[in-house]
């Protein structure tokens, strides 16, 4: 080989490196993710919602996680007077994130992150234990199907609000967690109206979106088989967990990975 035939060789190759390092640098950056998190590009935003006998800081252990894996996440606080109102308060949560948003709902939030679920920002959607009504469907005729739920027995009423008893909170709603805490729990819980149940959804978002159901196998607010028949009715990932009705409190680590699967998936 003469020098000027190995001189075109090493100016054929810088040219090469020139066009693939670009190339390179990018797929790299493409392929780089937050370990257990959403990939850069990928859903960033979740947007969490309690259900009856709570607040928004049910979700404290669940947003620790959420925010460690990267994730700007936002708990709603449901006033519980209403299905409508709990939407509003919902959907005004909803127009402040910026962009593609995992909207999870726990128990009683299921009935409002399937209405409030259609708007254009939900990419996807998170059942905790959760109802998930077709539209206009009667939620109560439904549940009526499969056994009768313990906690059901122990709803005090007063003043056109409710709330559950310290007994049936603690043995029925909050089963798995230390007693102490479930006190401080039973303390904030959130009184919802008398008529909040009877309120029937006009949208069923999980049929248009893609959807995640955990299921809590020793619940005894909401039936498991029940949990069972509607996450087999959305056609729902699905996952069982030994828990009371407050998976959310007593398996944060289960439940923030399957928030995260959801964002990954819509990566």
């Not at 007063?158 to 479930?182: M, T, V």
């Not at 030994?242 to 990975?257: F, G, N, T, W």
Request: proline share 5%.
């Amino acid at each position: 080989m003469n020098r000027r035939s190995f001189a075109a060789i090493l100016a054929a190759g810088a040219a090469a490196s020139a066009l693939s390092g670009p190339s390179i640098a990018q797929a790299a950056t493409k392929t780089s993710k937050i370990p257990g998190a959403a990939t850069a590009s990928g859903i960033r935003n979740v947007v969490l919602v309690h259900g009856a006998y709570a607040d928004g800081s049910c979700w404290t252990e669940v947003i620790a996680r959420l925010q460690k894996a990267g994730l700007n996440a936002t708990a709603v606080q449901n006033p519980l007077t209403s299905l409508a109102d709990d939407v509003e308060a919902t959907r005004r949560i909803l127009a402040l994130q910026d962009g593609p948003t995992v909207l999870v709902g726990h128990s009683w939030a299921g009935m409002v992150i399937s209405e409030a679920g259609v708007d254009d920002k939900v990419a996807a959607l998170v059942y905790v234990a959760a109802r998930a009504p077709d539209a206009g469907e009667d939620y109560g005729a439904l549940a009526a199907k499969f056994p009768t739920p313990p906690a059901s027995a122990g709803l005090v009423k007063a003043n056109g609000f409710a709330q559950l008893s310290e007994e049936a909170f603690l043995r029925d709603f909050a089963g798995d967690l230390d007693p102490a805490k479930a006190r401080v729990l039973y303390a904030v819980q959130g009184r919802i109206s008398d008529t909040l149940f009877a309120s029937r959804t006009t949208q069923a978002a999980w049929r248009s979106k893609p959807s995640w159901y955990a299921v809590s196998t020793n619940d005894r607010t909401i039936s498991p088989d029940m949990e069972r028949f509607l996450a087999k009715r959305m056609n729902a990932k699905t996952i069982e967990l030994p828990a009371s009705h407050l998976s959310l409190i007593s398996h944060p680590d289960e439940i923030s990975r399957l928030i995260l699967e959801a964002a990954r998936s819509n990566a």
